[in-house]
């Protein structure tokens, strides 16, 4: 059984403060992607990484697949109230008929 | 247009009840999945349907059944329904590799 873990599960930060949210695992997964899931909404997909060591921008936030295809990163510049919500990352482990492994995700609190 | 769409967004029913949660896609995705996610936020995946083939079926009780008149839906239905089984359920549909777009969700409540 594949598994994902991420930290932290929990992170309240102040606005314009800097964060990086790490999703590991022990397996290899063919894509990983991160999600962000508001309340009483389903997940929105941020983006997907591919390929190992591939890193993508989106705004202010920045995702990292690690060389190995077992972990990513999340890095979020000058938090801002509106990044507030639960950050999950999930990784595909083959065709598109495979199902996502999500981790257990993080709850981002940023305050004015 | 809403790309995932499921109905209804809340429902409450008592224990042992029979119920169904439909979902619909306008996307012309050949994957859908149904995925449960729990009290502390954790998702899940239930079933995967691919060209109205079940892909995968994990370890979910055989009260749930997925059905897919079209590649365009699949809907869930959950006989005797249990205490155990209130939580959000979301439908999603994914081109490769594997990405989804979920619907809004719909939050069972059994009493």
């Known amino acids: 059984t594949q598994l994902l873990e991420q930290s932290p599960q929990f992170l309240s930060i102040q606005e314009g403060e800097n964060l990086t949210v790490y999703c590991n695992s022990s397996?290899?997964?063919?894509?990983l992607q991160w999600y962000r899931q508001e309340p009483g909404e389903g997940p929105v997909l941020l983006v997907t990484?591919?390929?190992?060591?591939e890193v993508k921008k989106l705004k202010r936030l920045t995702f990292q697949f690690g060389d190995a295809r077992k972990d990513s990163s999340l890095h979020i510049t000058a938090a801002q109230p509106g990044d507030t919500g639960l950050y999950l990352c999930?990784?595909?482990?083959?065709?598109?008929?495979?199902?996502?492994?999500f981790g257990k995700g993080t709850h981002l609190i940023i305050q004015p | 247009d809403t790309a995932v769409s499921q109905t209804p967004k809340y429902l409450v029913t008592q224990m042992g009840n029979d119920k169904s949660i439909k979902c619909e896609q306008n996307?012309?995705?050949?994957?859908m999945y149904w995925y449960k996610q729990d009290s502390k936020k954790f998702l899940k995946i239930m079933f995967s349907?691919?060209?109205?083939?079940?892909?995968i079926n994990e370890t979910v009780p055989n009260r749930f059944s997925p059905k897919s008149p079209d590649k365009a839906h699949l809907n869930l239905h959950i006989n005797s329904l249990e205490l155990g089984d209130s939580a959000v359920y979301f439908c999603?549909?994914?081109?490769?590799?594997?990405?989804?777009?979920f619907g809004q969700g719909t939050r069972l409540t059994v009493v």
């Open positions: 999603a549909s994914s081109l490769p590799p594997g990405q989804g777009v």
């Open positions: 397996s290899v997964f063919s894509s």
């Open positions: 990484v591919v390929t190992g060591g």
């Open positions: 999930a990784g595909g482990g083959g065709g598109g008929a495979d199902g996502l492994t």
């Open positions: 996307l012309g995705h050949d994957t």
């Open positions: 349907y691919n060209n109205k083939e079940l892909i």
